[in-house]
């Protein structure tokens, strides 16, 4: 039995070989479209978002349900989202998850549409009327702020820019981060912290052979950052990283770890009732910080130039200024203490504060997913569409998945298990009946009259493919995995080209 797709193909042959993107929302409901329009009972599904959560979504149904055709719509000219713009550098292995993402976008009844914003060039309302579900999984791209006096100064970044920047996300291109002092402050202990501390201390040589950005790679080049200072409000049991980051931090060449033992009392007693993964990873810690090390660990430390350490029990309160309150100076952070215990232990302020001297604080407590369109739900106190299994309150026939739905938590695979619950919820709804996909539906023939009208070109694929043969090429040329393009400008140029 032929696909939707080999319909959809034939009909744009009998309609003197009109694109399916270049034909209007009139045409296709009033005119030579009228008849294929009103017998397709293909359901179209539109995705916005294509990071991880919104190509894992797309993946499930397509796999599910062999009518379904998926739409994917992306604000950028490229896809990929995170594990573009947010994997760390030295974790290629990590975007190897990007070949699977190339197979499901490359899939008969699967299309990318790049360069798109939902909400400004096309509401989400407008994607409702054109399709029988739709799927928000565009993220999170907010950040959370500290919330204290000083952090607008120069010298303090969120985590999430700083990685753009290195990341070569075009948003952040202009960031340039001051890198001439001797100590940087991290706020937080997650992965993306101990990231933003790995690429700050690591030797060139190891970047030079990753797909970090050129601009990135000479600014670290020049940076004078000695020492790296982990910070979080909590203790050793309750770091947030997993205990291959932290691995890789012990083992980064031509450093050493610099801890505070008085942070670790009564921490190797609480081990025995804890779960295995956040027991390994706390002995690693304690091995870190309180074991002499042997003779060939000692040499490796003593020979090294740069210095790493996680700060527990503190909070920020105020970053402090130079005298001519220029650029930051220093960090003022609460000590705090515990009540309660395990990842349920509260940090409380003792009303003791201490001042580290820093230039450079990089803010890691989060990022926070922002509302996309007035006429969506959304939580703005938890930053999150309020859902049930993806399933958007009062929204029928609107859906969620990834961070959107969850806030920002766990690793790709969180994100992919996440994504999947989601696909099988709408698919549900379809075979019971609460998503009536009986109704013709134009699917991206209806966006395209739209976005046409408004001088909006999407970018395919195919289009896609052209900037990453030229960023390979480029990455080639100097030893290196690819060299990203940094400008939609210049992405849009080769794209259509």
């Known amino acids: 039995m032929r696909s939707c797709r080999r319909l959809l193909s034939e009909l744009k042959l009998w309609t003197s ?33 294509s990071g991880p959560a919104g190509f894992y979504t797309a993946q499930h149904l397509i796999k599910a349900r062999q009518d379904v055709e ?35 976008a490359k899939h008969s009844r699967c299309s990318f549409y790049g360069n798109v914003n939902v909400g400004k060039d096309v509401t989400v309302d407008e994607l409702q009327g054109a399709y029988h579900a739709v799927v928000l999984s565009y993220g999170a791209e907010g950040n959370r702020r500290m919330g204290v006096p000083g952090e607008d100064l ?91 980051e932290l691995r890789e931090m012990v083992n980064l060449p031509g450093t050493r770890p610099e801890m505070v033992t008085a942070d670790f009392e009564g921490v190797s007693e609480a081990l025995k009732d804890v779960p295995r993964p956040r027991k390994r990873l706390t002995e690693l810690l304690l091995k870190t910080a309180l074991d002499a090390p042997g003779d060939k660990e000692l040499e490796r430390r003593r020979n090294a130039a740069r210095v790493w350490g996680f700060r527990f029990y503190r909070s920020p309160t105020e970053i402090l200024a130079d005298p001519g309150r220029s650029r ?35 803010s890691s407590i989060g990022y926070k997913s922002l509302p996309i369109d007035p006429a969506v739900p959304f939580d703005s106190h938890r930053a999150v569409m309020p859902n049930s299994v993806g399933r958007v309150h009062q929204a029928p026939g609107l859906y969620c998945s990834g961070w959107l739905k969850t806030g920002p938590t766990g690793v790709i695979a969180t994100t992919m ?77 080769v794209a259509r080209a």
Not at 179 to 201: K, Y
């Open 154 to 244: 120069p010298g303090v970044y969120s985590a999430k820019d700083f990685v753009g920047w290195y990341n070569g996300l075009p948003s952040c291109r202009e960031l340039k981060p001051d890198l001439s002092c001797e100590t940087a402050i991290i706020l937080g202990q997650g992965n993306v912290a101990l990231d933003v501390a790995r690429i700050l201390l690591s030797p060139l040589d190891i970047l030079k052979k990753t797909d970090i950005t050129q601009p990135a790679l000479e600014a670290l080049a020049e940076s004078r950052v000695q020492k790296v200072l982990i910070v979080g409000r909590r203790g050793p049991m309750q770091v947030a990283c997993t205990i291959k």
């Open 328 to 362: 930051t100076a220093g960090i003022r952070l609460a000590v705090n203490r515990l009540e309660g215990s395990g990842d349920a232990a509260r940090a409380v302020l003792t009303g003791e504060v201490e001042d580290v001297s820093c230039g450079l604080v990089i």
């Open 417 to 493: 298990n996440n994504s999947f619950d989601t696909a099988r919820s709408l698919l549900e709804d379809m075979d019971s009946g609460a998503l009536d996909v009986s109704p013709a539906k134009p699917g991206s023939q209806a966006v395209s009259s739209l976005l046409e009208k408004r001088g909006v070109k999407p970018v395919t694929f195919s289009d896609w493919e052209k900037i990453d043969s030229l960023e390979t090429r480029r990455g080639d040329a100097c030893g290196k995995p690819r060299e990203k393009l940094l400008s939609v400008e210049e992405m849009l140029k």
């Open 17 to 49: 070989g009109r694109s399916k993107w270049t034909r209007g929302l009139n045409e296709g409901l009033g005119g030579s479209g009228k008849a294929f329009l009103s017998t397709s009972s293909c359901p179209k599904v539109c995705i916005v978002g």
């Open 70 to 104: 998926v739409d994917i719509y992306e604000r950028l000219p490229v896809p990929f989202g995170l594990v573009r713009f947010g994997v760390a550098p030295d974790h290629p292995e990590v975007k190897n998850v990007i070949n699977t993402f190339t197979q499901t």
